[in-house]
C-alpha cells in the first residue's frame, strides 16, 4: 500500500492526518471548518483515495491557518507515499463540469513544485469560508507534494459550484498521475529521476 501519516502541531493548529493512495474512497475528516471537510471528502471520493483527517485550529480568528496546514500535511504524506514514483504515469488531467461550471486540473509529479491558478469567483465567500482560501490551499499541497499543479477554471456562475468542481478534477487528476503503468520501467523520466 503507498500510503503515509504525519502528525504537526503549531502553537496555531494541531493536524493528524493519513493517506492511502491505493484506496477506497473512504474519508473521516474533521477539520473545524465544515466547506473544507466537504471539498476534502469530494477529492478523496474522486480519486478513490483513503483520507482520514482531524485538525483543530485557532478558527475563533479565522480559516487560514487550518486550511493551510491540513494542506502541507497533506502534500507531504502524498509525496512519502508516492516513494521512489517507479512506474506511474507522471502526469494527469481531468475536465469536470458542474451544473453551469467547467473545471480543469492537470498535474505533473514532476519534483518541480508550481501551482498555476486561473481561478476567480463571483462571491468572495462561501458560507463563512473565504475564496481565497482555495488558493491558498493549492499553493501549500503543490509546494508540499513537490508537483507541478495546473487549476484553470473555464467559466461557471455558482461560487460553491466552481470550487467543488476544482476540487473534484484535483481528484481525479492525480488519481490518473499516480496510476501504475505496467509499460513503464522505472520512473517516466528522461533524467531516470523525479
Given amino acids: 500500500m503507498r500510503s503515509s501519516q504525519i502528525s504537526r502541531k503549531t ?30 471528502d469530494l477529492f478523496t471520493k474522486h480519486g478513490q483515495f483513503d483520507l482520514t483527517v482531524k485538525a483543530v485550529g485557532d478558527i475563533e480568528i479565522d480559516y487560514h ?9 497533506l502534500g507531504n504524506v502524498l509525496r512519502e507515499a508516492l516513494g521512489d514514483k517507479k512506474g506511474i504515469k507522471r502526469y494527469g488531467n481531468s475536465f469536470v463540469p458542474m ?35 482555495v488558493h491558498e490551499f493549492m499553493s501549500k499541497l503543490a509546494l ?18 466552481m470550487i467543488e468542481a476544482i476540487f473534484k478534477a484535483l481528484g481525479r487528476a492525480l488519481d490518473e498521475a499516480v496510476t501504475i503503468d505496467p509499460r513503464v520501467k ?9
Wanted: proline letters at 5%.
Fill in 11 to 40: 502553537t496555531e493548529t494541531s493536524v493528524e492526518l493519513s493517506f492511502s493512495i491505493d484506496g477506497e474512497g473512504k474519508t473521516e475528516i474533521d477539520t473545524g471548518v465544515p466547506f473544507l471537510d466537504h471539498m476534502l
Fill in 65 to 73: 491557518h487550518t486550511v493551510e496546514d491540513v494542506a502541507i500535511c
Fill in 99 to 133: 451544473d453551469e461550471t467547467l473545471a480543469q486540473v492537470v498535474i505533473d509529479l514532476s519534483n518541480r513544485p508550481h501551482l498555476e491558478y486561473r481561478a476567480s469567483y463571483p462571491s468572495q465567500q462561501v458560507g463563512q469560508f473565504p475564496t481565497e482560501l
Fill in 144 to 161: 508540499e507534494a513537490r508537483m507541478n499543479l495546473h487549476i484553470i477554471l473555464h467559466y461557471g456562475m455558482n461560487t460553491h459550484h
Fill in 186 to 194: 522505472g520512473v517516466p523520466s528522461t533524467k531516470g529521476l523525479l
